[in-house]
C-alpha cells in the first residue's frame, strides 16, 4: 500500500525529505538531524527526548513561528523549519 | 447556559479512555472522547499515518486486535451520534459547573502552531480521566546530549512513523517496557548493542501464584525474549548506564555491573559505541487534570503518585473516575479492564444500570492484574542509590538548566527541608515542562539527602499544575467555542 507521495520540507535552508504523517521531529530524525535547538543558558543542543509532547525539549521555529514541538507539530510540504536559539524570540 | 452538552466526558483514546467511552456509550450514555493525538489508541495502541510506510501491526503491537474492534465499534457508535470522537484536543483546564464539568480544550496536533484556532469548551454531567502515563526519568551525566531519549519517544517514533532513532542503540533502565523497545528497535533495523536492566528478573519466582493470575504477561515476555535472542540482544541484568558521551551528540554510553550495596561497579565499567540511548525507569502517572480538581492521590509500589479511586474506580471527587496508569502503572490489559469498570459505572450513576454478570468477571480481573503490577514493581524498582553518586555538575532539571550541585546546595547550605521549597530556590520543574521531566529526580535527592522517603506532599509539590499544558495568551482572550464532533480520531 502507497500513501501519498513523499515531499520535502526545508531545515535551515536544507532540503529534508518526508513522508505523510510525519511530525517535523520524525523527518529530522529520518534524516539524521539529531539538535534543532539551543538552551537559554549553556547553550547546549537539544533535539527529541520524550517524543509525545511532554517535555517541550525539541522546541522548533516553524514558518517563523517559534517554540513549536517538533514531535507534536506535523510536516507540511514547504515548511520552513529553523534551529531554534535560546529563548526563541 | 451551562446545560450539559454530554452525559460522559472521557479524557485520552488510549487504552482505558476507549474502553471506558465503549462501556459507558453500550450503556445508554450520551458521550463525549477527548484526546490528543492525530490518531486514537494512546501511546500503547500508537499508529502511523498510512503514509509513513508498510504497516504490520502484529509485529509492534499486542492485542492490536481488541484496538481494532474498540475502535470499530466506537465508529458506529459516533455514526449514532451517541458518541462524539474529538481528536486532536488537549484538555488545559477542568472546572466544575452547576451539574457537571467545563472541559476547556486547545485544538490541533500542536496547538501552538494554530494560535489562530480558538479553543473548545465541552461540558458534561460525569468525567472519565484516562490520561495515562510518560517515561519516568533519572538523570545520570551526559542525558541531555541529543540521542538520549526516552524508551516512550523511541518506541513512538518507531511505532508512530515508523522511524528508527539511530542506527546503533542502547536499550536501558529498568522494567519489562524496555523488551519491547528493543525488540522493536532491532525488527526495524537497528543494531541493539544490549538491553542495560538495573534489575533483575528473579524476584517474580517468588509469586507463582500472581503469574498464574496474568499468564498472558509471562507469554509476553517470553516471547520478547525470543525474539532478543533472535536479533542476537542480550540482556544485562544489575547493570546500568553511568554516562552519556558526545560532544554535541551522543557517541556511546558507559556501562557498569551494580554492586551488592546498588552502587554501580568502577571496575566493571565498559564503554560501548552508540548513537541512540533509549532509557526508562518506569512511568509517571499524568495527573494535571486530577490535580487541579482535588482528586486525592497516594504514592503507589513504584513511588509513583497515583490517584486513589474506589472499587467502581471513582476518585474522591464527586462525578469523576479514574482508570488506567493514573490509578497506578499497571498495562493496557489493566487499562482497559479499569476503563471499562469505570465507564459503566459512570453510567450507572446516571441510572442506566449495566448487567451484572460481567462486571464481577472484570473486578476478578482487575484483581490478578493489579496484583501482577504490584509483583512487577518490587522486582523492577528504582534502585535506593540510584542517585547518590550524582555529580554535582550533571544536570537535573533540562529546562532551566539546574544540577544536582544546585539542588544539594540550596538543602545543604540554604536549609531547603522538602522538594517545594528546594523548587522555589533552586528553579527545577519551573520551565516548560513544569517538573513533569525532573519532578521525580528531585524529589528522590531531596529526600535520599533529608534520609527520608518521598511522600505524597513532596511528589505533589511537582505534579501540581494549575494549567496542563502551555496556552499562548492570545487563545485565553479567545471565547472559546462550544464542543462538537471536530476529528474523527478520538
Not at chain 1, 55 to 67: A, T
Not at chain 2, 335 to 342: F, L, N, R, T, Y
Request: proline share 7%; glycine share 12%; aromatic share 6%.
Amino acid at each position: 500500500m502507497t500513501g501519498p507521495a513523499p515531499f520535502d520540507i526545508t531545515f535551515d535552508g536544507e532540503p529534508i525529505a518526508c513522508r505523510d504523517g510525519w511530525t517535523i521531529g520524525a523527518a529530522l530524525t529520518a534524516a539524521d538531524v539529531r539538535s534543532w535547538r539551543t538552551t537559554r543558558h549553556g547553550q547546549r543542543p537539544r533535539g527529541l527526548f520524550c517524543g509525545i509532547g511532554i517535555c517541550f525539549d525539541c522546541l522548533v521555529s516553524v514558518n517563523g513561528q517559534p517554540s513549536v514541538r517538533a514531535c507534536l507539530a506535523p510536516a507540511r510540504p514547504g515548511d520552513d523549519v529553523r534551529t531554534q536559539l535560546g529563548t526563541g524570540q | 447556559m451551562n446545560t450539559p452538552k454530554v452525559d460522559v466526558a472521557v479524557v485520552g483514546a488510549g487504552p482505558a479512555g476507549l474502553a471506558a467511552a465503549l462501556a459507558a456509550a453500550d450503556s445508554g450514555a450520551m458521550v463525549a472522547l477527548i484526546d490528543a493525538g492525530i490518531r486514537p489508541g494512546g501511546q500503547y495502541w500508537r499508529s502511523p499515518a498510512p503514509g509513513a510506510g508498510r504497516f504490520t501491526p502484529d509485529t509492534l503491537h499486542h492485542s492490536w486486535r481488541r484496538f481494532v474492534d474498540t475502535n470499530k465499534r466506537l465508529d458506529d457508535l459516533a455514526g449514532q451520534q451517541k458518541v462524539q470522537r474529538l481528536a486532536e484536543h488537549h484538555v488545559w483546564s477542568v472546572e466544575r459547573i452547576d451539574d457537571g464539568w467545563a472541559i476547556h480544550c486547545l485544538v490541533g496536533p500542536e496547538p501552538r502552531q494554530q494560535a489562530g484556532r480558538p479553543p473548545v469548551t465541552i461540558q458534561a454531567r460525569r468525567l472519565i480521566l484516562a490520561t495515562g502515563a510518560y517515561d519516568r526519568q533519572l538523570p545520570f551525566p551526559g542525558w541531555d546530549l541529543p540521542g538520549v531519549m526516552t524508551a516512550g519517544g523511541a518506541q513512538a517514533l518507531l511505532k508512530g512513523h515508523l522511524v528508527v532513532a539511530g542506527k546503533t542503540a542502547v536499550v536501558a533502565g529498568t522494567g519489562p517496557f524496555l523488551l519491547p523497545v528493543a525488540v522493536g528497535l532491532a525488527r526495524h533495523g537497528a543494531r541493539v548493542r544490549g538491553v542495560i536492566e538495573a534489575n533483575a528478573p528473579f524476584g517474580f519466582a517468588r509469586s507463582p501464584r500472581v503469574l498464574l493470575g496474568a499468564l498472558n504477561k509471562v507469554g509476553e515476555a517470553s516471547a520478547y525474549a525470543a525474539q532478543l535472542a533472535r536479533h542476537r540482544v542480550a540482556v544485562r541484568h544489575r547493570h546500568v548506564v553511568t554516562r552519556a558521551e558526545g560532544t554535541d551528540r551522543l557517541t556511546g554510553v558507559v556501562v557498569a555491573r551494580l554492586g551488592r550495596d546498588g552502587r554501580p561497579e568502577a571496575h566493571t565499567q565498559r564503554y560501548v559505541e552508540c548513537d541512540l540511548l533509549a532509557v526508562g525507569w518506569g512511568f509517571t502517572p499524568q495527573l494535571d487534570l486530577h490535580l487541579q480538581i482535588g482528586c486525592a492521590t497516594r504514592v503507589d509500589v513504584d513511588s509513583s503518585l497515583v490517584v486513589t479511586v474506589d472499587d467502581s474506580q471513582q476518585t474522591t471527587v464527586d462525578g469523576v473516575w479514574a482508570a488506567g496508569e493514573s490509578t497506578g502503572i499497571g498495562g493496557a490489559d489493566l487499562a482497559s479492564v479499569e476503563g471499562e469498570i469505570a465507564g459503566r459505572s459512570a453510567a450507572a450513576s446516571l441510572g442506566v444500570t449495566p448487567a451484572s454478570a460481567r462486571l464481577s468477571r472484570l473486578l476478578r480481573r482487575r484483581a490478578a492484574l493489579r496484583r501482577f503490577a504490584g509483583v512487577m514493581h518490587r522486582v523492577y524498582p528504582v534502585p535506593p542509590a540510584a542517585l547518590d553518586n550524582l555529580p554535582d555538575g550533571t544536570l537535573v532539571c533540562r529546562c532551566e538548566e539546574v544540577t544536582a550541585g544546585a539542588i544539594r546546595h540550596t538543602i545543604g547550605d540554604l536549609g531547603a527541608s522538602d522538594p517545594r521549597t528546594v523548587k522555589l530556590l533552586a528553579r527545577p520543574g519551573m520551565g516548560w515542562c513544569q517538573g513533569r521531566v525532573c519532578g521525580f529526580a528531585t524529589v528522590c535527592l531531596t529526600a535520599r539527602h533529608l534520609r527520608r522517603s518521598p511522600t505524597v506532599e513532596d511528589l505533589r509539590a511537582f505534579a501540581q499544575r494549575p494549567i496542563a499544558t502551555p496556552i499562548p495568551l492570545g487563545q485565553l482572550a479567545m471565547p472559546s467555542t462550544e464542543g462538537n464532533a471536530g476529528g474523527d480520531g478520538g
